[in-house]
């Protein structure tokens, strides 16, 4: 294996986190759809041109939750007679959809490690420091494409969803970089990093395309309008939920336990749910001024740390967290008391008992 790139994924795919250990023995198969997604996740994203071919395998083979494809493959069980995911061409439609879902996320990740100007990705060197940010960015454009292609096949419907989620994408991402704290260049106009504006980034990075595999497992299994609806608002509550777990995690959490690096957020002057409450409670406090310059030094991070760890911040944040699963849940009821029901409410749940 060339040095620096990822170890392969295995060849057995695990279904993710113990909240779903218990789903194929509550026939809600989904292992082998995801076995499916991994297998033609290679094929979608294969390019006649040697170079091209690597770089865009490269975080395919770098693994991941696949928590996306998960949710599309848990949504079509949805369906009226809860067995539409086992069909042979709903069940088809339902890998084709997580594949496109995870090319998507997939391509993400390549242009967000530009923008971060990050170093590692997934315990290796990130595209643009193995190569370039050109190579990075391109690659990110390259799996745009294929996904888009793949979308073609499953109808107009699907490629109209896609488009519209790649837009919000691209507004979240946009919001983001105009609400930091660091580097921002002159001619850029600035949005405060308000609560209003963190929830509107993301809605934008984070919960849209998990609202959208949703509305992809639930559309493809046949489920009425009202009900697509209803799953979609579903997976975005639930994604607002795990960003929000995110944001507590890298403040609460140290790196032995999460094996990310505390602070990151705080590092690139993003200001996360945690630390906006805590900015309003002691406006013009010590916090505020270690965070006034943008994007802070070691020093300011750890000192930062430790003060949000100190005050309710945190909890307050796991509170707002537990209203979005919450409203997720509620979105659950219409499909009444069913496994699959049972199943994407803990995992909904599962949010909330990751931040602690």
Partial sequence: MAAGRPEPRAARLAIPDPVLEQLEGHGLPVADTLERVEGKLHEQARSSHAFVDEA????????????????????????PDGTAAGEDRQRAELVDAGVIVELVHLATLYHDDVIDEATARRGAPSA??????????????????????????????????????????????????????????????????TLEHYL???????ASLIATSCRYGALLSGVDRDGVEAAARYGWNVGVAFQLSDDILDIASDH??????????????????PVLYALKDDPGGELEGLLAGGA????????????????????????????YVTAAVSELERFGDR??????????????????
């Fill in 128 to 193: 643009n420091s193995r190569w370039d940010n050109t190579v990075a960015i391109l690659t990110g454009d390259y799996l745009f494409a294929c996904a888009s292609a793949l979308s073609a096949d499953l109808g107009v419907e699907v490629t109209r969803i896609m488009a519209s989620t790649l837009a919000e994408l691209c507004e979240g991402q946009i919001r983001e970089v105009q609400g930091s704290m660091s580097a921002l260049l002159p001619d850029v106009p600035t949005l405060d990093p």
């Fill in 56 to 79: 865009a395998r490269y975080l395919i083979e770098a693994g991941g939750k696949r928590f996306r494809p998960l949710m599309v493959a848990l949504a079509g069980h949805l369906g």
């Fill in 256 to 273: 032995e336990t999460s094996g990310k690096t505390p602070g990151t957020d705080l590092r690139e002057g993003v200001r996360t749910l």
């Fill in 339 to 356: 496994p699959i029901v049972s199943a994407l409410t803990r995992l909904a749940e599962y949010a909330l008992d990751r931040a602690g």
């Fill in 296 to 323: 802070p030094d070691d020093a300011d991070v750890a000192r930062a740390l430790e003060l949000l760890r100190s005050c309710d911040a945190l909890d307050r944040a796991r509170t707002t967290a537990g209203e």
């Fill in 200 to 206: 509107e980034v993301i809605s934008g990075k984070t």
